[in-house]
């Protein structure tokens, strides 16, 4: 991550939201990624299977507080450039679920899915810069601190596996 995103959520008052929830969780997610991908690479199929079911959880958890707290106080934020940038990204999940679902039946097959992967990785970063250079930039932009605050309240309750739409 860069500095200044960094620093700019910081002065804000929210470092919670981007680098103590965000950016740790992506961190996980792409470490959990890796750690399948060594297995496949070591033949591991079934242990590779067993990564990638807890690895499909947090990705789903991930997901589902973008699409129901991050992705509509974007579109909150700026209404007039959001809509299509949210429509993207929400294609991007479903193209991610679906790679995912196709990771797993490949190793239900006894199959390496090290293709499969390597496109769900590359989707995964794709996806993610997008976040990075428009979503998270414009809520820390527009969005006031006192809010940013409900946001990362919900976002840390969300994770911990309480439901979005509370609080």
């Known amino acids: 991550m ?5 620093s700019m959520g910081a002065d804000r008052g929210f470092p919670a939201l981007e680098h103590g929830h965000l950016c740790a969780e992506k961190d996980r997610l792409g470490s959990r990624c890796q750690s399948i991908r060594q297995l496949l690479s070591h033949g ?19 997901m589902r507080i973008e699409e129901e707290i991050l992705f509509p106080k974007f579109s909150d934020a700026a ?4 809509q299509l940038l949210v429509e993207e990204l929400r ?37 993610e810069a997008k976040e990075e250079m ?3 930039p414009t809520i820390f932009h527009l969005v006031q601190p006192s809010e940013m605050a409900r946001i990362a309240s919900r976002l840390l309750r ?9 609080g």
């Open 158 to 166: 969300t994770s911990a596996g309480s439901e979005p739409g509370a």
């Open 2 to 6: 860069s500095e200044s995103k960094t």
């Open 91 to 127: 294609r991007d999940h479903e193209a991610l679920r679906g790679l995912l679902e196709s990771l797993a039946a490949t190793l239900e097959r006894g199959c390496s899915a090290l293709e499969e992967l390597d496109r769900f990785a590359g989707l995964l970063n794709a996806h």
């Open 79 to 82: 209404p007039q450039t959001a």
């Open 44 to 62: 591991e199929l079934r242990e590779a299977s067993k990564s990638l079911a807890r690895f499909e959880v947090s990705m789903a958890r991930h």
């Open 134 to 136: 428009y979503v998270y």
